[in-house]
């Protein structure tokens, strides 16, 4: 398969791309930066360098694409206008071009955020979308997100393949977002600062790139949303105790009422029975906030609770 990446050199744009090399497809990354010395992306067919606001590099990237994952993202907090225009702009430009060249499947990159604050319950994806009510990512990332996914599912009535993934606090190994702040702040003995009722069904990277993985060219998925997200939900609080212990910190934690940041869980229950997916890292986030505390400590040693896995 020739496939296309949008926001192939960012954070799971350029594992993307690796894990589809690795399974002999021939991949093109589309991204405003260029993969640098020893980027992931190395392997890839080629790389346009360009933004999807740019019909002309859109329609260069999406030359002879039978696949496109958009993943591309222009995140703009403080400027509103820009955040809106550059992506449901660029969405639209990338969504015409597929369907002019015949692309088979279009897979977008949405977010959990897309919901608002949704408390302890897990919502499936038929649950009301409030993103106005969350502020997470800027006040208008969920709401433009929301708008880009109806106008994937607008290009599927016009016969475009879509399917749309709303994903859910993604992770990795040094790749820990809001966390890295609690380990500084509890490593520095300063405040740790956690939002009260905060938290979610996070995922890890490698449970993400096997569902778009897994779902690409799958018919069962055509017209869909789907909420990929792990299967532990965490409290950002308790999180916040955990950084504590780990690190030997006598550090305070300080909760912040902010109930536009409260605790968005979801269910991942169409994923398993549409597609036969299911999460498999369970419980992975105390692992590899255990191990970033140990190895910014500098210890040789394993920290009392925390496991060891070969594949983190």
Not at 124 to 152: F, S
Not at 201 to 212: K, S, T
Not at 227 to 243: C, I, K, Q
């Amino acid at each position: 398969m020739n496939i296309l990446v949008t926001g192939g050199t960012g954070y799971i744009g350029a594992h993307l791309v690796a894990v589809l090399g690795q399974a002999g497809h021939t991949v093109r990354a589309l991204d405003l930066v260029s993969a640098g010395d020893g980027s992931l992306v190395a392997a890839s067919h080629d790389t346009v360098q360009g933004s999807i606001t740019d019909p002309t590099a859109v329609a260069r990237a999406m030359q002879n694409v039978d696949i496109v994952y958009h993943l591309a993202w222009n995140f703009c907090p403080s400027d509103e206008r820009r955040e809106i225009q550059d992506n449901l702009f660029g969405t639209l430009n990338l969504l015409q071009a597929a369907l002019r060249v015949g692309v088979q499947h279009f897979l977008f990159s949405s977010t959990a955020l897309v919901y608002g604050p949704t408390g302890p319950a897990r919502v499936t994806e038929e649950y009301p979308c409030h993103p106005e009510r969350c502020t997470i990512g800027g006040p208008v990332h969920g709401v433009t997100k929301l708008a880009c996914e109806r106008l994937c599912l607008v290009y599927q009535r016009r016969g475009l393949a879509v399917t749309v993934f709303r994903l859910h606090g993604v992770f990795s190994a040094r790749r820990l977002s809001h966390f890295e702040q609690m380990i500084d702040q509890a490593l520095s003995g300063e405040p740790m600062q956690s939002i009260r009722g905060a938290g979610g069904e996070y995922i890890h990277l490698d449970d993400v790139l096997r569902a778009l993985f897994e779902a690409m060219g799958n018919p069962r998925t055509y017209g869909e949303v789907f909420n990929l997200a792990g299967t532990h939900t965490y409290e950002d609080p308790e999180m916040a105790r955990f950084v504590l212990k780990m690190g030997r910190s006598a550090s305070r934690i300080e909760l912040v009422e902010d109930p536009t940041k409260e605790m968005i869980s979801v269910s991942t229950d169409k994923l398993h029975t549409v597609l036969g997916i299911e999460p498999g890292k369970g419980e992975f986030l105390t692992d590899l906030v255990g191990l970033e505390i140990q190895q910014r400590r500098g210890t040789g040693h394993e920290i009392e609770g925390i496991r060891h896995n070969s594949d983190l």
